[in-house]
């Protein structure tokens, strides 16, 4: 069995910034927009007055400053509030694969290896901007990479469902080198009108080279171990597939087919299982709380990481233990542990070993055990 290591990691960055203080500025002027049209239903009672929003709101519930996104233009206008993606030929890049292919360079310089040395790219996302051509059979063909590519979603746990995937493969001998890349559209699944979850999401595109071992050409993260569980809930979905053609009124504006989530649920039922899901993996692999350096957990709450951080250690995190990005990038899906990694490892020491951990709907939760070495 061939082990295999993390060589490289990647992170794209779009380029358009929304903080709080300017989302918030838009939100309440929608707020204010629908407020006026249904004033007469408002005032007979038959429906609700939409409430402001507030910088502070959003920071103290989810520990969020500021996102990144691929178009603010919309997302900002209140007779929008939704990114705009101009629709692209069939001869133009796909926007997911021009993500991917930035992160997948950045992470294949790093590691030192051309594309022609990649076996596989699996494109792992909790959202994909078509069915098929895969999205990751494009970031190959853009690459240049050899072997096979594939997609996969398992939601917010894509990136770690990946990772396993990879290692497997090099595990059996079947690759030698592989592309794990999450290209995240999340504002065009985001709910922009919704005063509960507009802040949550942010765009980003992460990449991680994964190779044999004995191939490394300079300091790695040995994969020690990985996991991934799954258990089926509705409390975190969105209805907007393709079979929607097939049904009365797919064409109306429907709040199920964006983002939804049942938040108290969602906290009160995934912090145990995540918590207990990395507390069996550590105790299978022998590894103790003290054995681990850094924790590069999901990027979707601070409160939740915080939850986690403390049950996997026993302890309070210290000052850099826990990374979070959410601050600067809100979550971000499957991408956000794997910022959190990319930005937050070099410094570890030859020895120092650090878990990644994702989690969300499904639920899923997936967790990477690493040791650093060269």
Partial sequence: MQPAAI????????????TNDALVASFNAYADQWNAEHAEAIASGSVAAIAHSSAEFITAASGIERRFV?????????????????????????????MGVAASRAALAMAGVDTSEIDLVICAASNH????????????????????????????????????????MIRAGSIRRALVVNPEICSAHLEWRDR?????????????????????????????????????????????????????????????????????????????????HIADHMAAEGVGSDDLARL???????????YIGRKVLGRDPEQGEQPNILQDYANTSSAGSIIAFAKHSADLAPGAMGLICSFGAGYSVGSVIVERRG
């Fill in 129 to 168: 901007e078509r069915a098929y051509p895969a999205i990751a059979i494009e970031i190959q063909q853009l690459l240049g990479a050899g072997g096979f590519a594939f997609d996969m979603n398992v939601a917010c746990s894509s990136a770690t469902f990946g990772i396993q995937t990879a290692t497997d």
């Fill in 296 to 306: 590069w957990l999901h990027q979707a709450n601070k409160t939740m990481n915080d």
């Fill in 70 to 98: 691929m178009d603010k233009s919309g997302i900002l206008d209140p007779a929008v509030m939704h990114p705009w993606l101009p629709e692209r030929t069939d001869e133009e890049p796909g926007i997911m694969a021009e």
């Fill in 196 to 276: 509960d979850c507009h802040f949550i999401f942010g765009d980003v595109a992460t990449a991680l080279v994964i190779e044999r071992a004995d191939l490394a050409s300079g300091p790695h993260f040995a994969i020690r171990s990985t996991r991934c569980a799954t258990a089926f809930s509705n409390n975190i979905r969105n209805n907007n597939g393709f079979l929607r053609r097939t049904r009365a009124g797919h064409m109306q504006d429907r709040r199920d087919m964006q983002f939804m989530q049942n938040g108290r649920k969602v906290f009160k039922e995934v912090l145990p299982m995540v918590s207990a």
């Fill in 7 to 18: 060589t490289g990691s990647g992170v794209f960055t779009p380029a358009h910034v929304i």
